[in-house]
């Protein structure tokens, strides 16, 4: 089993934010932790996900891009991820 | 202007000359507006079918198809023809009516979330809020569902957003964006495999039609001398009549394309997707093949199968980067032998009619021109693997979702895609069951489909299936009690005939061939007729059952 953590930037409209994590569920990834927070401006969504399953993260991350709401999608980097589940810890 | 006359010009302004659909409650504005407008509306009988004929006419035609339904029920109604259209990358736009949006939420009289419904079966979707924005919506659903790797596209408007009266001053329509290219990377590392291998094999997948990219397939395969073969939807991408075609692969496919396949050292799939019923056990497939993978949607490429060279981007530009002369001609000999080796035998005993060759006579007759649509089962196969063809829009079958009941209004659409073109309905007495209130669309616009119906009494795939894997328990599958089809046929409008002795064949598909209206072909074949060869669940390509081997 792997643990992912993706970082994305979707658009803040109707149901996008539910067609990510359909097509997370769909594509068999079993989803751990979701955050969402609308942009200033209130146009975007930023989202962080953590989510696990044994096929590779970039099949999740290429299904994820090709929706028209998402405008950036990455898989965080091992370090990149642990160091901000850290700020999260401090922050909770 | 009211919310559904913008709607109504935007479609026009996209170019639409057709609609199916069937009205009701919600969407009665926009039936309203449709009144005013030069776009053909076609009332087929059941909101399935509209969406179904939507998606022929989207792959006949290659514009996008449009069906449309009212909330609730027709709204759900229109499910299976979206999802038929999004497994099978169809640009079709879908418009629902909706209850009031003050409604919404409420389980108002014919609500449903139909957005919420279809998420996992479109490209995208839109629920539009305010009528100023309709207009806008209209363009980014076409520009959508026709972009890159196409498919649906759902509009869900609310009663009284499309009854609101709103200004709007409509732009230019932006020319769609172009696809994008292969990486200069990418090229060069599949030229390098290409070069090297010496048992090439292309597998050309449906994908290379929606890509127009038959001209490049051309140059690319008839320049490299590689052997092709064929998926389900990739059929006619190359003439099947080609030398180097060896034909469809899969579970029903040609012995000489799936043995190709499983000895290949380098397999080109071009716009295809490693579905399962073309790979058989995934990992018996091409076990001794590298893989260069051209796809317009990078999220195909690696999905099932790792490519060792990824090539994502336009199939035009792609295979045309790729085309290079190959010395390989020992292997190409050995496919043709294989080919030559492996022919379809038409030769059948008894005196019934033998489905294999009728639909062979029926292709030599019918021409390079004509549109065959499917519906789903035995048949599907048969015509698969029977008849030629030239262009996949020629060939109309539903290989994604494998939706029984899609031939006939996918016939429907084509024919009104190509009004005097020979539209052909290749049915079985299980599918055509699942359309069948549509012979009266065909009546109404006195469409000249022409229906092939194979009648085994059963539900021939699943029986074979029984038969074969299921130690002969069979389970719901006699449909000895079906209607008189011919009978059906005529009371609906229909010419029909019954042909159920092979020496009738070669008049009935000239009498078939020469109706002027709507005419249904009631051909009785043998209940127990098999699709041959098959490889059987589990199993890998290499493993094919004949009939021998039972």
């Excluded at chain 2, 639409?16 to 069937?22: D, L, N, Q």
């Excluded at chain 2, 029926?362 to 015509?383: F, K």
């Excluded at chain 2, 069951?433 to 549509?438: A, D, F, K, P, V």
Aim: hydrophobic residues 45%; proline residues 4%.
């Amino acid at each position: 089993m792997n643990t992912l953590k993706l970082r994305l930037r979707v658009k803040h409209s109707e149901g996008a934010l539910v067609r990510v994590l359909s097509v997370t569920r769909r594509r068999r990834f079993d989803l751990l932790q979701v955050l969402a927070n609308a942009t200033l401006d209130g146009a975007f969504l930023d989202v962080q996900m953590t989510v696990q399953a044994e096929r590779a993260g970039n099949t999740l991350l290429s299904q994820l891009a090709k929706l028209e709401d998402v405008s950036n999608v990455e898989l965080l980097a091992p370090k990149e991820a642990e160091g901000e589940a850290q700020v999260a810890k401090l922050g909770a | 202007m009211k919310g559904a006359q913008f709607l109504v010009q935007a479609l026009e302004r996209e170019g639409v000359e057709v609609i199916f659909g069937y009205p009701g409650g919600a969407i009665m504005p926009v039936y309203d507006a449709l009144i005013d407008s030069k776009i053909r509306h076609i009332l087929v009988r059941h909101e399935q079918a509209a969406a179904l004929a939507a998606d022929g006419y989207a792959r006949a035609s290659g514009k996008v198809g449009v069906c449309m339904a009212t909330s609730g029920p027709g709204a759900t109604n229109l499910v299976t023809g979206i999802a038929n259209a999004y497994m099978d990358s169809v640009p079709v736009v879908a418009i629902t009516g909706q209850v009031a949006t003050n409604l919404m939420g409420t389980d108002a009289f014919q609500e449903v979330d139909i957005f919420g419904i279809t998420l996992p079966v479109v490209k995208h979707s839109f629920l539009v809020r305010t009528a100023a924005e309709l207009p806008e919506i209209v363009r980014e659903a076409f520009r959508i569902a026709r972009s890159g790797r196409p498919g649906p596209v759902l509009i869900d408007l609310p009663k009284d957003i499309a009854n609101t009266i709103a200004g709007y001053e409509f732009g230019t329509n932006e020319k769609n964006e172009a696809t994008p290219a292969p990486s200069p990377e990418s090229i060069s590392h599949a030229l390098d495999l290409l070069r090297k291998s010496q048992r090439p094999v292309a597998y050309v997948g449906g994908g290379v039609g929606m890509a127009n990219a038959l001209a490049e397939l051309k140059t690319f395969i008839e320049t490299s001398g590689i052997p092709f073969v064929a998926t389900l939807k990739g059929l006619g991408s190359l003439s099947t009549k080609h030398e180097l075609a060896l034909g469809m692969m899969g579970m029903h496919g040609r012995k000489a394309a799936n043995h190709a396949v499983q000895e290949c050292d380098l397999l080109l799939c071009i716009g295809a997707r490693f579905d399962d019923r073309a790979t058989g056990r995934l990992n018996g497939f091409a076990p001794h093949a590298k893989v260069i993978h051209l796809d317009v949607d990078a999220a195909e490429i690696g999905k099932l199968r790792h490519a060792e060279a990824p090539v994502a981007g336009n199939l035009c530009d792609s295979l045309k980067a790729l085309t290079c002369q190959l010395d390989i001609e020992p292997w190409r000999r050995k496919c043709l032998a294989l080919k030559e080796s492996t022919e379809w035998d038409y030769a059948a005993p008894g005196s019934e009619v033998y489905a294999p060759d009728f639909l062979r006579r029926l292709s030599e007759r019918a021409g390079e021109n004509c549109i065959v649509a499917c519906d789903v089962g035995q048949h599907q196969m048969w015509v698969a693997q029977h008849f030629h063809f030239t262009n996949p829009a020629q060939h109309l079958t539903s290989g994604g979702l494998g939706t029984m009941g899609f031939g006939l209004p996918a016939a429907i659409g084509a024919q009104f895609a190509f009004p005097d073109a020979t539209v052909i309905n290749v049915s079985g007495d299980g599918s055509i069951m699942m359309n069948l209130q549509e012979f009266a669309t065909l009546r109404r616009y006195d469409l000249p489909v022409k229906i092939v119906l194979f009648d085994n009494s059963a539900l021939g795939m699943v029986r074979q299936w029984q038969e074969l894997f299921h130690d002969r328990r069979y389970s719901e599958v006699d449909l000895s009690d079906n209607p008189d089809f011919a009978l059906v046929a005529q009371s609906m409008g229909l010419t029909s005939f019954r042909v159920d002795r092979r020496e009738d064949v070669d008049a009935a598909i000239v009498q078939l061939l020469a109706a002027r209206g709507p005419v249904l072909a009631h051909v009785i074949i043998h209940q127990e007729a098999n699709v041959w060869p098959i490889v059987g669940p589990g199993k890998s390509n290499s493993e094919m059952m004949d009939e021998v081997t039972l």
